[in-house]
Structure formats: C-alpha cells, structure tokens
C-alpha cells in the first residue's frame, strides 16, 4: 500500500517518523508531503525519511496567507502522482489532499484552539485521533488514546536518550543546565498570541545564569546574545530531545517542547497567552500531575524558576513521577502504524477508544514547590 504523511512543522516529523520506517520495513510505500519550515528539512534529511517538498514558510504569520495558493497547487500534483492508498496529518492540507484524491484521511490533532482549523478539515477527515484529555468532542469519527502526540516518539518503547550528549554540549557530568525555548510565534493558530517578550527574555537569562549554564533555542532566530550568560543551542535539531532529556529546567513560551519535556521527567514552565481558564487540556493534564508549571506571570515564572534550580531534591522526585505516569502511556507508533494497516479501521485498533471530552479543571493539584 501507499501512505501519505504530511509534515507541515517540525513537530510533524517527530510524530510520524518511527511509523513511517516500521511502514517501510513492512514493506509498504510511504511518502512524506514536507513543508519547509524551521528546521523540518533538516530533520528529515537527519532521520533518512523519503519525502517531497511542497513549499516554504517563514516564521513570519503573514507568510502563510501569501505561500497558501502556490502550496496547495503543488499538494493537489504530488498527492495525484502518487496515488495514496491512506493520508496521515494534522490539519487542512491532509484532509483536503483526501478529498480531492478521494483517499481516506486519519487526523492526529492535539490543539484545541485551532477551530477554524477543526472547521475547514473535519468535515473531510474520516478518523480523528487526539490525546484523552483532549477538551472537544469532533463527532462520531472521533477517537481518542492515553498520551500525547509526543507519545509517537517519546515513549519509553521508541526513545533511549545518547549517553554522549554532555560531551557534545560542553558540559560537565553533574553540571547543571537550562533549556530555554523562545516561539516565533509565527503559524496561523498562533495569531493574537504572544509570549516572553524580548526584555523579558533577557531578565529571564540573568536569573538562570547566576544559576545554571543555559542554553537557548530561538525559533525566530533574531536573539541578541550581547551583554547576556548564554549560549545558542547550535547542536543538530535532532538532537534536541537528547539534550532535553538531561536538562535541570525547560522554560518556554512554546507548546511542543514543554510536553516533550513532561514525558522525559524534565520540569518544565510554560508561559504564554494560552495559559490560563480555557487552557489546552494536554497542559491542563500535565500540570495536574505534577510535571509541568502553567505560569501566566513573568515574575512568578522567575520565582519558579529560581526554586525548582535550587532544590537538590527535586530532580528524583520529578523523574519517579514521569515513570509513574508513562507506565500508562499507549505507544502512538503503534497506533499509526495499525490504523495504516488495520482493515476494520480505528474501531479495530488496539489503544483507541471513543469516549466524550473530560472535564477538566483549572483548579487541579499543582506540581510539586
């Protein structure tokens, strides 16, 4: 069989590239649609994945609206020359490319806001698949599994991080060091938002360095490091996960990395725009386990940051909650890869269930002081 995955983000590739080679290995075809934007290409160049570029964005939000035309043109000609038999994605682009190929299309969306997103693929997608704490329910197709889409390459089964990651960052074996990540704040869910601004950012670096080493990882690539302690993570993208794995601390004003954080027993503080009573429930969940913080206030992120650098005891207690809770965690490899081949579909699928959206609450359990 053909499969046809979209990457339209870095992110994407992280998700789908475990199922993509187990396809391959199958002996199936598979093809990645690759948008590129930040550093997909590279990633998908690092994990040796086969794929076709269908065009470029900036980390600008007007890029999008001026690229949309050229990427759907060459979208509709690369999905018709290949002729898929099935189409993975996380949005627009997936659900139209099977609608106008007449190819049935599995969604794996995570991001409540996105409605305007929901509103234009829903209608063309015929499974939907999101994390169990996801707070909408998108009718009948709708299913929904243990874990996040991080799961696909972040659980235990998939994941063993390198023992050489240290070396490669200059540090040493019991140095301490932060991640901080910076969004550009550049695609279309992201408009009307914001997160820590510029002068922020620099008083954030400032309190960690007295600190820890810190590194930072910078979407928009504009960081002025001048008259700052810190460093540029300018290690291979993919090695980020390796360097996360080992880190004291993720601060971050983005998404992915903070539940990539979570599920490798890193404490992590997000803050950002979204924080807050309509909150995105993979977050909503996590915090009310006790692996991340959800801190609107920059200086209560200071204070945070400061406490949880300066507890010599917390660094145990963090990881023996992640393992508790990834113990429960499906393998969403697994799942794709089955719902590829599965002919009874997602109803046959082990690690899917139907179910309506929780409820969930602001006022949960907060992490550990």
Not at 178 to 200: L, P
């Amino acid at each position: 069989m053909n499969h046809l995955f979209f990457t339209n983000t870095p992110a994407h590739v992280h998700l789908y590239k475990h199922a993509v080679k187990t396809l391959e290995t199958g002996g199936h075809d598979v093809l990645i649609l690759a948008r590129d934007y930040g550093c997909t290409k590279q990633l998908l160049d690092y994990h040796d994945l086969p794929y076709r570029l269908y065009g470029h964005l900036d980390t600008s939000k007007w890029s999008l609206v001026c690229q949309l035309p050229r990427h759907y043109l060459s979208i509709l000609r690369l999905t018709r020359r290949y002729d898929p038999d099935s189409i993975f994605g996380m949005g627009a682009y997936a659900a139209h490319a099977g609608a106008l190929s007449r190819t049935p299309v599995t969604l794996i969306l995570d991001s409540e806001p996105t409605s305007l997103d929901h509103a234009i693929s829903r209608p063309f997608a015929d499974t939907i698949v999101t994390p169990a704490a996801f707070g909408k329910d998108l009718g009948p197709d709708h299913y929904r599994f243990q874990g996040f889409k991080e799961s696909a390459y972040l659980h235990p089964d998939v994941f063993t991080p390198r023992n050489d990651i240290r070396e490669r960052l200059g540090v040493g074996p019991d140095e301490r060091y932060v991640i901080c990540r910076f969004n550009a704040f550049g695609s279309h869910h992201d408009v009307s938002q914001s997160g820590i601004s510029s002068t922020d950012r620099r008083r954030l670096i400032t309190h960690l360095a007295e600190r820890a080493t810190v590194f930072v990882s910078d979407e928009g690539h504009d960081m002025d490091f001048t008259g700052i302690d810190a460093k540029p993570f300018d290690l291979h993208p993919g090695l980020l996960h390796d360097a996360l794995a080992e880190a004291s601390l993720l601060v971050a004003d983005t998404q992915t990395m903070v539940t990539e954080a979570a599920l490798l027993g890193t404490p992590a503080i997000r803050s950002n725009s979204f924080v807050g009573d309509s909150d995105m429930g993979n977050f909503i969940e996590l915090e009310k386990e006790g692996l991340i913080y959800n801190i609107a206030s920059f200086e209560a992120v200071l204070d945070r940051a400061c406490k949880i650098l300066e507890d010599d005891s917390l660094a145990e207690r963090w990881a023996q909650k992640r393992d508790a809770y990834v113990a429960g965690m499906a393998n969403l490899t697994r799942i794709i890869v089955d719902l590829a081949t599965e002919p009874g579909g997602a109803a046959a699928v082990a690690g899917l269930s139907r179910g309506e959206a929780p409820s969930v609450r602001r006022d949960a359990a907060a992490p550990d002081p």
